[in-house]
């Protein structure tokens, strides 16, 4: 490949006139993206081929990820400066005339992903390549995406997000590994074998498509394999060709279809067991060409399952080697219970997957009856280990109720289960996985989520990157635990004051960007206030534009009450069929119409909403940001990301004692964090003793009650019914998520927010503090432990 300007410029150049039949000069934009794109990832080709030559010969164990999603965002970028070559690439085109930030806006974000649980593993996968570890990570290679979110008269609109448009330049396709996954059907006894055969299925094609995933600073490049239906060529001779295809095409259609439908939980279940078994029939066939049996798969793999989509791969695996390779039941579970390990991302009942044995047991038949067996020996573990308990029992049990209950099947099937933050994991340890802990003491354990620092620092930020490098040298690239060396300039004026203007550069392209697509002029020198992430009633985006209601209602109250200016902006999208989310985004439009448009107040409060939030506005926002908005009920969110981006970017955090939270604040101190609200022991003891009553706090705090009433009385809608559905979730639902009781503590934190700022100095402080002490929230770090810990995986041998 190239090494110099000058060997970039003849290869582009090449590429474009054999791709194109025309010079650069003549060439669409769209053709020098393209081309761009396809010269990086040839460049990256030689290390991919070389890590996977380099794994086999020296026998080394590998990590196997699977993901429902990958929210990886634009890679060019990302995988440029990983190489080392995006200078050179830049300079090249730059002799062309070709400004290469053009380029890189061409590129979509893969839709591949929905929100913290696929920025997660996009993030793991960055790190393990860079940190030298061998990985796999297996997905769904969707056509659409979730969805693109589009805000109309302040409601969400769903339209497709056709991120394939130009095609996926960084994938190979391989249909020299396509297998065939099995659906339908029934099972019946074979006395000739002594087996059980899936007769009478409908087959559906598995054609992987491999993405490289480029380490920095590395030879290492591993593989992110996307797998795709396709028609297989044993047609289903029951069924129209043309209803098969479009049966095919719908398993990869969406990311998480509507599952308010039998049809919709159907394909939800399709989509799962199709992208595990073609993941794990590939796993075996690829061990199975460096070994000469099964005997030590376990040695040589782990399949890590994030979260319960993928936890199918227990029962599968259980399947091909009992099937297809003649094991006995027992060495079966032995490899299987010793390949596959757990994370748990929930502790919400609605997030942990239960599937009707109807829907398994007609779609699946032959892995349903697997589940059954694991299920009926389990029932004989469990009575031994508690004694016959028989109420323990039908707690864990893995089979009742006419469901199956995914998280318990992963528990069962998996020799470790991780939580991804300290409290969450004592939360499943001692309330929601209590008699799983009790039957498994050593299976538990903790491994707080992390980031990439190179892209949500190093690349997303380079003013602030800039400043470290001159500041404490560059070497937090490669180790970001260098990143502490910030704190003894956290008291240097003169560092505080470059801090200052690094932010207000990274505020101003944000104000740009809302200008432009918002039509909002928005004061750089105003806070900039942000709460991005998913839409869910328990992350209490309902809590905050309730702050901003009342900060409204006070200033138009009383002329003397004047905020430091305040700019609060979200980002969120809603599931299609979460009504009651969809309104909460409405609800933040409306006020935004009316607060933004008000001349008494305008100058010190307005109100944002920013469309279709994903990873590359993400880059946007996150370094834009002075305060960062984590205000979930104590005991909901697992961990968060979004909280450690922002803090690495320079944000004060305010929030509850929920997540990771709980070990920011702890590693920032008190004074370099904003915490409010209920403790997570607080939340349980109101709700399991019935002492909470959202109508004594309506009645007893006239600022509630003004805020509420609001919702219902015309202030922000023409029809007093817009939002009468919130009032109802908050009044008469008695408020699930404690906005009511944490509404003041809320205010007062708030008002802490707006004095701190006042002081610049005290408030650089803070911020620099909270970079300081970000390096903990590497996913480098979060990665070694589970290779310490759980993976016990060594590094590519060079």
Not at 218 to 235: C, F, G, K, Q, Y
Not at 745 to 764: E, F, M, N, P, V
Request: hydrophobic letters at 40%.
């Amino acid at each position: 490949m190239f090494k110099t300007k000058e060997e970039f410029k003849y290869e582009f150049s090449r590429r474009i006139i054999e791709s194109y039949g025309r010079t650069v000069e003549e060439s669409h934009i769209t053709e020098k993206f393209m081309v761009l794109e396809t010269m990086v990832r040839d460049y990256a080709s030689v290390n991919w081929a070389m890590t996977k030559v380099v794994t086999k010969t020296n026998y080394q164990k590998q990590i196997h990820y699977f993901s429902m999603e990958f929210l990886i965002g634009r890679l060019l970028v990302n995988n440029m400066m990983n190489l080392g070559i995006y200078e050179i690439a830049k300079d090249g085109l730059a002799d062309y005339g070709i400004n290469i930030h053009e380029l890189e806006e061409l590129e979509s974000d893969a839709g591949l992903g929905n929100g913290g649980l696929g920025r997660l593993a996009a993030c793991f996968m960055d790190s393990l390549a860079s940190l030298s570890y061998p990985a796999f990570g297996n997905t769904i290679r969707y056509e659409y995406g979730l969805f693109k979110q589009k805000i109309e008269n302040g409601y969400q609109v769903e339209v497709p997000d056709q991120w394939l448009k130009l095609g996926n330049m960084w994938e190979v396709r391989k249909p020299k590994h396509a297998v065939d996954v099995k659906f339908w059907g029934r099972v019946v006894w074979n006395e000739e074998t002594g087996k059980w055969d899936h007769v009478d299925a409908e087959c559906v094609r598995a054609v992987p498509y491999d993405m490289p995933i480029v380490g920095n600073n590395t030879t290492v490049t591993n593989t992110l394999r996307l797998w795709h239906a396709e028609p297989s060529d044993e047609i289903p001779s029951n069924k129209d060709f043309r209803q098969y295809a479009q049966e095919v095409r719908d398993i990869c259609q969406n990311l998480y279809p509507d599952d308010s439908t039998l049809a919709g939980r159907t394909l939800r279940l399709k989509q799962q067991y199709f992208f595990v078994s073609a993941g794990i029939r590939a796993i075996v066939k690829n061990h199975l060409r460096v070994y000469p049996s099964l005997s030590n798969f376990h040695e040589k793999n782990v399949i890590q399952l994030n979260d319960t989509h993928p936890v199918l791969a227990i029962p599968e695996l259980m399947r091909i080697l009992i099937d297809e390779y003649d094991m006995e039941w027992d060495e079966a579970w032995h490899i299987t219970s010793h390949t596959c390990a757990y994370t748990n991302h929930t502790i919400l009942s609605e997030a942990l997957e239960k599937w009707p044995v109807s829907t398994m047991e007609t779609l699946l038949p032959r892995i349903y009856q697997i589940i059954e067996e694991i299920n009926r020996r389990f029932i004989g573990y469990v009575k031994q280990v508690s004694d016959h308990d028989d109420d323990l029992l039908n707690r864990v049990m893995i089979l009742k109720d006419g469901q199956v209950f995914m998280a318990h099947l992963a528990i069962v099937g998996s020799f470790s289960v991780n939580g991804v933050a300290r409290l969450h994991t004592q939360i499943l340890k001692e309330q929601e996985m209590k008699d799983f802990n009790f039957l498994y003491p050593h299976k538990f354990n903790n491994k707080t989520n992390g980031i990439t620092h190179r892209r949500w620092l190093a690349y997303s930020n380079p003013e602030l990157s800039a400043l470290l490098n001159e500041t404490i040298g560059n070497e937090w690239i490669s180790h970001p635990e260098q990143l502490e060396k910030l704190m003894n300039y956290a008291d240097d004026s003169i560092v505080q004051g470059k801090f200052y203007n690094v932010k207000q550069q990274r505020k101003q392209v944000l104000a740009d960007y809302i200008y432009k697509h918002n039509g909002i002029r928005v004061d750089v020198n105003s806070i900039f206030d942000i709460q991005v992430k998913r839409l869910h009633a328990y992350k209490r985006q309902l809590l905050n534009i309730m702050h901003v209601i009342y900060l409204y209602q006070e200033m138009k109250a009383n002329p003397e009450f004047r905020i430091y200016p305040r700019t609060f902006i979200f980002g969120a999208k809603a599931a299609p069929a979460y009504y009651f989310a969809k309104k909460v985004i409405k609800l933040i439009n409306s006020v935004a119409d009316v607060v933004n448009n008000d001349p008494e107040t305008n100058q010190y409060l307005k109100v944002v909403f920013i469309e279709n939030y994903g990873v590359t506005l993400a880059e946007k926002i996150m370094p834009a940001a002075d305060v960062s908005e984590q205000i979930s009920t104590a005991g909901k969110e697992a961990s968060g990301t979004g909280n450690m981006k922002f803090m690495m970017n320079g944000a004060v955090t305010i929030g509850t004692l929920d997540g990771a939270n709980v070990e920011i604040a702890e590693r920032v101190k008190d004074d370099n964090v904003v915490i409010f609200g209920l403790k997570d022991n607080e939340v349980n003891d109101l709700r399991q003793h019935g002492q909470y009553n959202a109508w004594d706090y309506y009645n007893n705090d006239p600022r509630i009650k003004r805020v509420v009433d609001s919702l219902v009385d015309g202030t922000f809608h023409e029809s007093r019914e817009e939002f009468r559905m919130i009032f109802d979730e908050l009044m008469n639902r008695n408020d699930e998520y404690f906005l009511f009781a944490d509404f003041e503590s809320y205010l007062d934190a708030q008002a802490k927010i707006d004095a701190l700022y006042r002081d610049r100095a005290t408030w650089s402080k803070m911020c620099l503090v909270n970079i300081a002490q970000s390096g903990y929230f590497s996913s480098d770090r979060t990665i070694e432990e589970y290779v310490a810990d759980i993976w016990r995986l060594d590094r590519v041998k060079r």
